[in-house]
């Protein structure tokens, strides 16, 4: 595996995927591309178009590199393992997703691989693939990954793939290196259990049966002492996501990101008749969490090296957290390990023994040990 920031326009660029693209060692390349870059997305098309390795990855509001946050820059990560890979376009038009991934990555049982999922955090077809994905390969393998895109500009092409960068889509690499992943997020439950009872996609329309709107407010209001006539919703909604109820020891984070109506639009899918929680974190607690996530990734790494950091963490948290964002890139460094990652659009992630999930405002943190075994 090898690690560089481009940070010095396009020509930098170049020379960079030149490099990676002279290595032998090199199969493919993961590219993590933060929106403010100022290298015209019709130059970057080019190159991936062109480019004799295959790059993959994606657009996100801010990329990682070692203990720095950017909102300009390039992280390309060059992997030196067997792959397989899939470009699945117009995500959300697509009714037969496992024919489709049964066709282009079928399933071989080589041992536990990683799956590299990129995804448009904003397409409605997001939670089609996840299931998609856990249908067809279950939990032999590790998945990491995350929705890709810009806040302000929510259909702009985002999906980094060998056919340039697209929107709607979803980019997957099978790689054949050995991971330990870790999810945590530290959020805590400030109410009961709601029952879901009415939704449309990403919308929860109602919930116990009465507008989702006045739920979420009557609970928000009391725990807050702030009323939403105050301030505008989405300054409310950072600090108060949902928590869905699973299996899992945590509740999974859904965030509240806008009104439609009486409807509250959540990044990712709310399924009707799954049990809600409000949720609500102090920000020390919130930030310790990828310290515990990357804790569960090293005891699911299983006694290998690390090679590399990568942590897909959410842009809410950055948003929440705003200063204090900087506890929590220490909090998951680890001494003599590099780290590279982005602020992602909703989290994908399992550990190899949950159900794979789109997680929202929680920290992701994938710990890959070396990529050098085996042949194609």
């Not at 920031?5 to 990676?20: F, I, K, P, R, W």
């Not at 993590?32 to 994606?58: C, F, M, R, W, Y």
């Not at 090296?305 to 990568?310: C, D, K, S, T, V």
Request: charged share 20%.
């Amino acid at each position: 595996m090898k690690c560089v920031l481009v940070s010095a326009g396009v020509a930098q660029l170049q020379l960079e995927l030149q490099a990676l693209n002279d290595d032998p060692e090199i199969r493919f390349i993961m590219m993590l591309l933060a929106v403010q870059t100022d290298i015209a997305h019709e130059k970057i098309n080019h190159l991936l178009v062109t480019n004799s390795k295959p790059v993959i990855g994606g657009v996100f509001p801010y990329v990682l590199y070692d203990k720095s946050l950017l909102a300009s820059g390039i992280v390309l990560i060059g992997f030196s393992c067997p792959y397989s890979m899939a470009v699945i376009p117009e995500l959300s038009k697509n009714g037969q997703m496992e024919a489709e991934l049964q066709r282009q990555l079928p399933w071989q049982n080589t041992g536990r691989g990683t799956l590299f999922t990129f995804v448009h955090g904003m397409s409605s077809g997001v939670q089609r693939l996840i299931d998609g994905l856990f249908n067809q390969y279950g939990l032999e393998i590790n998945y990491i990954g995350g929705g890709c895109g810009s806040l302000k500009k929510l259909n702009q092409p985002c999906v980094i793939t060998p056919q340039g960068i697209l929107s709607d889509a979803a980019v997957l690499v099978m790689a054949d290196v050995p991971s330990g992943i870790g999810v945590a997020h530290g959020w805590q439950s400030i109410s009961r259990a709601f029952k879901v009872t009415e939704v449309e996609g990403n919308e929860i329309i109602s919930i116990d049966w009465r507008p989702a709107i006045d739920v979420y407010r009557n609970v928000v209001e009391d725990h807050s002492g702030i009323r939403f006539s105050e301030i505008p919703f989405s300054e409310i909604a950072r600090a108060y996501p949902f928590g869905i109820a699973k299996l899992a020891d945590e509740l999974v984070i859904r965030d509240p990101i806008a009104l439609n109506g009486q409807r509250i639009v959540c990044v990712g899918d709310v399924r009707r008749g799954s049990y809600v929680h409000v949720m609500h974190g102090k920000p020390d607690y919130v930030s310790a969490a990828a310290g515990r996530a990357r804790q569960k990734a090293a005891e699911n790494l299983k006694g290998r090296a690390p090679n590399l950091m990568l942590f897909m963490d959410c842009i809410s948290r950055v948003l929440f957290l705003g200063e204090l964002f900087a506890r929590e890139i220490s909090n998951v460094s680890m001494p003599g390990v590099p780290l590279a990652g982005a602020l992602t659009v909703g989290e994908i992630a399992n550990c190899g023994y949950d159900y794979l999930e789109l997680y929202n405002k929680t920290s992701v943190v994938g710990l890959l040990a070396s990529d050098t075994s085996g042949t194609n």
